[in-house]
């Protein structure tokens, strides 16, 4: 289903959803998947509305073309000079990358070629990736005289200081095993294995309570900025609330009956 489309009527957001999972894919190929501020718009509102959609499960990021994403759009990005554009161009993303964390699905990103910039960034949002062999990741603004300060906000919670900095000042990009390795990526796979390798992962994570990966989720990111005890503070209350759910019971009471649980998302 196209979902949005550019001024010659080509669709730059496609959605397809089954099974619980709604698969977005950027549709911006001869642009490289550029975010443009209309394809920005146009995830924003589906992941806004994916997330009250309780028959939603997994959401996964996808991308068509030869590339993943070019970050912004270079084109659009030059067609203005004016201070408040930029302002708003860059909180508009930075809202986008913020909803990823913040809806209750778990979101994957389906990495099949080079993600650069703020598609780096995007990446990195993601709850999960999963890469094919032959993909790249580079922050590559410093070679044009624009330092990646936005994508780094995420990379830098996936990616250890040393070398994102190296990422940062050098532009040059990584390879997919070296991501992996790195904690950019779940995992890598051939290309020709990459839908075999998302469909595992999300068909795992929709048999799993929603509620309960909700509840995980929120405290996950909650926690990770937090000092330590401070984390624990809000760990063990997440905990109690969780512990007080119908799916919670349920699933204590199947593992003791050894049986499978039957998740109602409450």
């Given at each position: 289903m196209a979902l949005a489309q550019t001024s010659e009527a080509e669709p730059i957001l496609l959605r397809d959803d089954r099974d619980g999972i709604a698969t977005l894919t950027l549709n911006r190929p001869s642009a490289r998947n550029a975010l443009s501020r209309d394809l920005m718009a146009a995830l924003q509102a589906e992941l806004d509305a994916i997330g009250g959609d309780r028959s939603v499960k997994v959401v996964v990021i996808a991308a068509n073309g030869p590339a993943f994403c070019a970050g912004h759009d270079l084109k659009e990005v030059?067609?203005?000079?004016?201070?408040?554009?930029?302002?708003?161009?860059?909180?508009?993303?930075?809202?986008?990358?913020?909803t990823i964390t913040r809806i209750p699905q778990l979101v994957i990103a389906r990495v099949h070629a080079l993600a650069t910039a703020a598609g780096c960034q995007l990446v990195a949002s993601?709850?999960?990736?999963?890469?094919?062999?032959?993909?790249?990741?580079?922050?590559?603004?410093?070679?044009?005289g624009l330092f990646c300060s936005t994508p780094m906000v995420a990379i830098?919670?996936?990616?250890?200081?040393?070398?994102?900095?190296?990422m940062l000042v050098t532009g040059e990009a990584?390879?997919?095993?070296?991501?992996?390795?790195?904690?950019?990526?779940?995992?890598?796979?051939?290309?020709e294995q990459l839908d075999a390798a998302i469909a595992e992962l999300a068909g795992?994570?929709?048999?799993?309570?929603?509620?309960?990966?909700?509840?995980?989720?929120?405290?996950?990111?909650a926690q990770l900025e937090q000092p330590m005890a401070d984390a624990y503070t809000t760990a063990s209350a997440v905990m109690t609330r969780n512990m007080l759910?119908?799916?919670?019971?349920?699933?204590?009471?199947?593992?003791?009956a050894k049986r499978a649980p039957v998740w109602r998302g409450e």
């Open positions: 030059r067609s203005r000079s004016d201070e408040p554009f930029f302002r708003a161009l860059f909180e508009q993303c930075s809202a986008l990358m913020l993601c709850d999960l990736a999963v890469a094919a062999e032959g993909a790249k990741f580079a922050t590559p603004g410093v070679n044009i830098s919670r996936n990616i250890g200081r040393k070398k994102l900095m190296e990584i390879d997919a095993a070296t991501a992996e390795t790195l904690g950019l990526l779940n995992r890598v796979v051939p290309a795992k994570i929709v048999s799993k309570s929603p509620l309960t990966l909700a509840i995980g989720k929120q405290a996950f990111y759910a119908r799916d919670a019971q349920e699933g204590i009471d199947a593992f003791i």
